[in-house]
Nanobody
Framework: VQLQASGGGLVQAGGSLRLSCAAS????????MGWFRQAPGKEREFVAS????????YYKESVKGRFTISRDNAKNTVYLQMNSLKPEDTAVYYC?????????????????WGQGTQVTVSS
Protein backbone atom coordinates (compact mmCIF):
# COMPACT_ATOMS: atom_id res chain seq x y z
CA VAL A 1 0.00 0.00 0.00
CA GLN A 2 1.21 3.53 -0.78
CA LEU A 3 0.47 6.33 1.67
CA GLN A 4 0.37 10.07 1.01
CA ALA A 5 0.03 12.42 3.98
CA SER A 6 -1.07 16.04 3.70
CA GLY A 7 -2.54 18.89 5.73
CA GLY A 8 0.41 20.04 7.78
CA GLY A 9 1.31 23.67 8.23
CA LEU A 10 2.09 26.50 10.60
CA VAL A 11 -0.46 27.28 13.30
CA GLN A 12 -0.51 29.29 16.51
CA ALA A 13 -0.80 27.59 19.87
CA GLY A 14 -4.43 26.74 20.57
CA GLY A 15 -5.21 26.34 16.89
CA SER A 16 -6.29 23.32 14.89
CA LEU A 17 -5.14 21.32 11.91
CA ARG A 18 -6.55 18.28 10.13
CA LEU A 19 -4.12 15.83 8.61
CA SER A 20 -5.17 13.43 5.88
CA CYS A 21 -3.51 10.30 4.58
CA ALA A 22 -4.67 8.82 1.30
CA ALA A 23 -3.90 5.19 0.58
CA SER A 24 -3.62 3.37 -2.70
CA UNK A 25 -2.88 -0.20 -3.62
CA UNK A 26 -4.12 -3.09 -1.54
CA UNK A 27 -7.52 -2.92 0.16
CA UNK A 28 -7.37 -0.07 2.66
CA UNK A 29 -9.80 -1.67 5.08
CA UNK A 30 -7.41 -4.58 5.62
CA UNK A 31 -4.98 -2.33 7.51
CA UNK A 32 -4.81 -0.95 10.99
CA MET A 33 -3.91 2.73 10.44
CA GLY A 34 -1.88 5.04 12.61
CA TRP A 35 -0.17 8.36 12.99
CA PHE A 36 3.33 8.90 14.36
CA ARG A 37 5.46 11.99 14.76
CA GLN A 38 9.12 12.86 14.94
CA ALA A 39 10.44 16.07 16.42
CA PRO A 40 13.95 17.33 15.63
CA GLY A 41 16.55 15.33 17.52
CA LYS A 42 13.99 12.87 18.86
CA GLU A 43 12.86 9.40 17.97
CA ARG A 44 9.68 8.76 16.06
CA GLU A 45 6.78 8.20 18.45
CA PHE A 46 3.27 6.83 18.36
CA VAL A 47 0.42 9.35 18.31
CA ALA A 48 -2.78 7.50 17.47
CA SER A 49 -4.15 4.41 15.76
CA UNK A 50 -7.48 3.05 14.62
CA UNK A 51 -8.66 -0.47 13.95
CA UNK A 52 -9.68 -1.76 10.54
CA UNK A 53 -13.38 -1.02 10.88
CA UNK A 54 -12.83 2.14 12.91
CA UNK A 55 -14.34 0.58 15.98
CA UNK A 56 -11.49 1.34 18.37
CA UNK A 57 -9.01 4.17 18.70
CA TYR A 58 -5.79 4.42 20.68
CA TYR A 59 -3.90 7.58 21.65
CA LYS A 60 -0.66 8.76 23.16
CA GLU A 61 -1.52 10.03 26.61
CA SER A 62 -0.45 13.61 25.93
CA VAL A 63 -2.83 14.01 22.97
CA LYS A 64 -5.94 12.42 24.49
CA GLY A 65 -8.85 14.82 24.41
CA ARG A 66 -7.14 17.03 21.82
CA PHE A 67 -6.54 14.73 18.84
CA THR A 68 -9.03 12.47 17.08
CA ILE A 69 -8.18 9.78 14.57
CA SER A 70 -10.81 8.63 12.09
CA ARG A 71 -10.99 6.76 8.82
CA ASP A 72 -13.21 6.57 5.78
CA ASN A 73 -12.75 3.17 4.16
CA ALA A 74 -14.83 4.20 1.16
CA LYS A 75 -12.36 7.02 0.47
CA ASN A 76 -9.22 5.05 1.46
CA THR A 77 -8.29 7.85 3.83
CA VAL A 78 -7.34 8.22 7.47
CA TYR A 79 -7.51 11.56 9.28
CA LEU A 80 -6.00 13.15 12.35
CA GLN A 81 -7.95 16.10 13.72
CA MET A 82 -5.67 18.08 16.01
CA ASN A 83 -7.18 20.70 18.30
CA SER A 84 -5.72 22.86 21.07
CA LEU A 85 -2.30 22.49 19.53
CA LYS A 86 0.77 23.16 21.66
CA PRO A 87 4.33 24.06 20.66
CA GLU A 88 5.42 20.60 21.83
CA ASP A 89 3.24 19.08 19.11
CA THR A 90 5.65 20.48 16.53
CA ALA A 91 7.02 17.57 14.48
CA VAL A 92 6.88 15.80 11.17
CA TYR A 93 3.76 13.65 11.23
CA TYR A 94 3.71 10.30 9.46
CA CYS A 95 0.83 8.01 8.64
CA UNK A 96 1.43 4.28 8.75
CA UNK A 97 -0.33 1.04 7.96
CA UNK A 98 -0.08 -2.29 9.72
CA UNK A 99 -1.45 -5.59 8.44
CA UNK A 100 -0.75 -7.37 11.71
CA UNK A 101 -3.24 -8.79 14.14
CA UNK A 102 -2.74 -6.58 17.18
CA UNK A 103 -2.49 -2.81 17.43
CA UNK A 104 1.04 -1.75 18.38
CA UNK A 105 2.64 1.53 19.41
CA UNK A 106 6.09 0.31 18.36
CA UNK A 107 7.49 1.92 15.21
CA UNK A 108 9.18 -1.31 14.11
CA UNK A 109 5.87 -3.19 14.07
CA UNK A 110 4.31 -1.01 11.36
CA UNK A 111 4.69 -2.15 7.78
CA UNK A 112 4.13 0.85 5.51
CA TRP A 113 4.86 4.56 5.90
CA GLY A 114 3.89 7.78 4.20
CA GLN A 115 6.35 10.56 3.47
CA GLY A 116 5.46 12.83 6.40
CA THR A 117 3.95 16.28 6.71
CA GLN A 118 5.39 19.10 8.81
CA VAL A 119 3.32 20.55 11.66
CA THR A 120 4.71 23.65 13.34
CA VAL A 121 2.97 25.22 16.33
CA SER A 122 4.14 28.68 17.31
CA SER A 123 3.82 30.03 20.85
Amino acid sequence: VQLQASGGGLVQAGGSLRLSCAASGRTFSSYIMGWFRQAPGKEREFVASITRNGGREYYKESVKGRFTISRDNAKNTVYLQMNSLKPEDTAVYYCAADDGVLVSTLVARWDYWGQGTQVTVSS
